[in-house]
């Protein structure tokens, strides 16, 4: 039986307050690092598709 996975797994830095930031808000939500993680990307993602412009406001810029 072959176990494939839907994506690679992929290393990121993050640094220690951001990291404990996320632990706290994947407790909160019930769970795991990286599905929050994949929750915050798509909800960022989904904001920029609605809304190209709404994120210069926090000082993120996109090229």
Do not use: C, Q
């Not at 996975?5 to 990286?34: C, H, Q, Y």
């Not at 989904?46 to 810029?61: H, I, L, R, S, Y």
């Amino acid at each position: 039986m072959t176990h494939t996975r839907p994506s690679a797994p992929t290393s990121v830095r993050i640094p220690a307050d951001l990291k404990g930031w996320l632990e706290d808000r994947s407790i909160k939500n019930f769970r795991s690092m990286n599905a929050e993680l994949v929750a915050i990307l798509s909800a960022l993602r989904k904001g920029e598709e609605d809304d190209p412009e709404g994120f210069a406001k926090f000082g993120v810029t996109y090229r």
